[in-house]
């Protein structure tokens, strides 16, 4: 079965850079979510989409930005990087109303290195 | 506040013995819960969801949860341990209040020994 797909798997960038993290749902899909973890914690939601709007904000910085597009692809666009940024950066899917009882799939995550 | 607690940040068991992974929430509202398992360098996997249908869940290899909203929990168990359970186990909830976000519990480190 399709799964969702992350790119890149490994990103290495220095401070102050920008980095562009994709996710490609599971066909039919709707809704988008992107969760943060860092080394050693649990994820922590950032953003959501459904339908191509954002449908719910986690703990995003004012840094980071992302949005759906008509494919229902997602990009999450991180600028101005920071050491704490570095984090396995995960996408997951799900199909339905966007509510608390869809189940969510996740990808295999974005490890991002900052420098 | 909405929360999910996994009780124990780390479980040693023998291979073949049973698994018990405690998890607990908090939620003004009928939540949905789930666990994960995060095996090494790997991504996330669902083992089985709660949504307000029957209170004892069963999912993939083995696992089953039960859903107790007396005591807000919502405990993982397993009979008999396999090597190739060790991995972290997350609980995680949507717990309502609003958007569809997935609240984290911290993580339980299971460790089978032979």
């Known amino acids: 079965a399709a799964g969702v797909i992350q790119s890149p798997r490994h990103l290495i960038k220095e401070k102050r850079e920008t980095a562009t993290l994709k996710c490609y749902p599971i066909p039919r899909h709707d809704t988008v979510y992107w969760y943060q973890q860092g080394p050693g914690q649990d994820p922590q939601f950032l953003i959501s989409f459904y339908e191509k709007m954002q449908s719910d904000k986690g703990s995003i910085p004012d840094r980071f930005s992302a949005q759906q597009f008509s494919d229902y692809h997602s990009e999450l666009n991180m600028s101005s990087l920071e050491l704490g940024d570095s984090a396995l950066y995960f996408c997951a899917s799900s199909i339905g109303t966007g509510g608390r009882t869809d189940t969510q799939y996740f990808g295999p995550g974005t490890r991002l290195t900052v420098l | 506040a909405q929360s999910v607690t996994q009780l124990d940040s780390h479980v040693s068991v023998s291979e073949g013995t049973p698994v018990l992974l405690r998890c607990n929430y908090s939620?003004?509202?009928?939540?949905?819960l789930f666990w994960y398992v995060q095996h090494p360098n790997k991504g996330l996997q669902l083992l089985l969801k709660?949504?307000?249908?029957?209170?004892l869940v069963k999912g993939i290899n083995g696992f089953e949860a039960e859903f107790k909203k007396s005591e807000t929990s919502f405990h993982l168990t397993k009979p008999s341990a396999h090597m190739s359970d060790a991995a972290e186990y997350f609980c995680?909830?949507?717990?309502?209040?609003?958007?569809?976000?997935?609240?984290f519990g911290t993580g339980t480190q299971l460790k089978v020994e032979l």
């Open positions: 939620s003004s509202y009928s939540p949905s």
């Open positions: 709660y949504t307000s249908a029957a209170t």
């Open positions: 995680v909830g949507g717990l309502g209040g609003g958007g569809n976000k997935l609240t």
